[in-house]
């Protein structure tokens, strides 16, 4: 994958991940919050709710005020000041605050308590629940009332004559209270600032770790485009090349020109070959194949595979040799099966040379039907075992091309045993050759 296009796809990858875990983490935030301010002013509304409960009760609004609550914490409309945390700044018609001269006399009136404040009234906070409102001296939570036309007098002035308040505000000290909710709003803040950071390099990583099998995939694709022009090239070169001599003889016979048939005949086999083999791994990284199984006589099944395994190995001087210990039906494949073994002895006797035995065997292992395909050929070095399942790889070019190998049938071999759930190794056989071992689940 050219680089400007794995860059992009990972710093897209990469945005997506970030501004995911941003949002997560603002709306936890957000959540967490809205939460804590809620509880954390729901006692002083509990004060707030008594002193509107009171004048509610005795009839002096004029109208309903919105609160939290119709009820206070007890559960019942409140009885008299006396019980009551909250403070109150009266107002007249004018919305202009009454102020008593004599404030700290008058506060432990139980008629009329009053407190001089510098918070002008607001009429839109009648039809709000309590709000949190910033003074000279810190913050308060209040409540907005109206009352009704000259029904509650309460002292202003020097000489502490009573005048009709019209509205009020009923308040309690909130300070400390905002000050401990921006403590907590700065924590927050920093706890989302610090996890956002974790966040964005946590994604960082997660891109390129993302991007790492794509890019080997992209790899693997281009490698074998690559490798399979390259053998698609081969045999067709030969062949025009033999076509192409037999045109400039055209009075040479079948017989004169028998060679070239031949050899362009053999190449044509190895073309076809080939192309099976691409097709059939094409299909390993689909849904195309399906694995059908269906029990099997595995002694039956494998002397039949065998059968002519047997007279090609005598024609060679090799012998082929057959040992199943399986006393029971198998549930296989036999058509991939039958593929897998074929692609095995094929190797096993194409790198083994005169005189040299394969073996075959079956036996069950621990609910596990093991195939073992041992030969006493070439051997496999321990550099070509770390790549002997990758396609169109060869330890041996040349030795590849004259037994007639595409550099396929292992990788085949491979898928077949994958998609049975199983596992394929391959070790050295002593004091010669190789061994691949499949073992299946049953």
Do not use: C
């Not at 690559?226 to 003889?249: D, F």
């Not at 059908?292 to 060679?316: C, H, Q, W």
């Amino acid at each position: 994958m050219p680089k400007i296009i794995n860059r992009k796809k990972q710093i897209e990858g990469f945005t997506f991940l970030a501004l995911s875990f941003m949002a997560i983490f603002a709306i936890l935030a957000g959540v967490i919050f809205w939460n804590y301010s809620n509880s954390i002013y729901s006692n002083s509304d509990k004060v707030l709710e008594q002193y509107v409960n009171y004048y509610r009760q005795t009839n002096l609004l004029s109208q309903p005020t919105l609160s939290n609550n119709k009820k206070n914490q007890h559960g019942s409309p409140a009885g008299s000041f006396d019980d009551f945390r909250g403070k109150l700044l009266y107002y007249d018609k004018n919305k202009k605050q009454i102020i008593s001269e004599n404030v700290d006399t008058l506060a432990q009136s139980a008629s009329a308590p009053t407190f001089k404040m510098n918070v002008a009234f607001d009429s839109l906070d009648l039809d709000l629940p309590p709000q949190t409102i910033k003074t000279s001296k810190g913050y308060i939570r209040a409540q907005a009332i109206k009352f009704k036309d000259n029904t509650l007098m309460v002292p202003s002035g020097s000489d502490n004559q009573m005048t009709y308040a019209k509205y009020a505000y009923v308040f309690v000290d909130a300070t400390d209270t905002v000050i401990n909710l921006r403590h907590f709003q700065d924590l927050i803040i920093w706890s989302f600032a610090f996890a956002f950071g974790l966040a964005v390099m946590f994604a960082f990583v997660i891109s390129g770790q993302n991007m790492k099998p794509i890019l080997k995939a992209w790899q693997q694709q281009q490698d074998f485009v690559n490798n399979a022009a390259h053998e698609l090239r081969t045999p067709m070169s030969v062949i025009q090349g033999k076509l192409e001599t037999m045109l400039t003889k055209p009075d040479s016979t079948v017989r004169d020109q028998s060679e070239a048939i031949i050899l362009s005949l053999s190449e044509v086999r190895r073309l076809n070959s080939l192309t099976n083999n691409m097709l059939t791994l094409a299909k390993t990284g689909s849904n195309m194949t399906k694995i059908e199984k269906e029990p099997t006589d595995v002694a039956s099944f494998l002397n039949k595979i065998m059968t002519p395994y047997r007279e090609m190995g005598g024609l060679e001087d090799k012998l082929v040799e057959l040992d199943v210990n399986v006393d029971r039906s198998v549930a296989l494949d036999r058509k991939r099966i039958h593929q897998l073994l074929v692609l095995l002895l094929d190797n096993a006797l194409k790198y083994s040379d005169t005189g040299a035995t394969v073996k075959v065997s079956a036996v069950i292992e621990k609910k596990r039907l093991v195939l073992t395909v041992a030969d006493t050929g070439r051997g496999i070095s321990n550099e070509a075992k770390k790549h002997i399942f990758d396609r169109f790889y060869r330890e041996d070019k040349t030795g590849n091309r004259e037994t007639g190998g595409t550099g396929l049938g292992l990788s085949i071999a491979e898928w077949i045993v994958q998609a049975h759930n199983g596992r394929i190794i391959v070790s050295d056989n002593q004091p010669q050759g190789t061994i691949f071992k499949v073992s299946l689940p049953l």
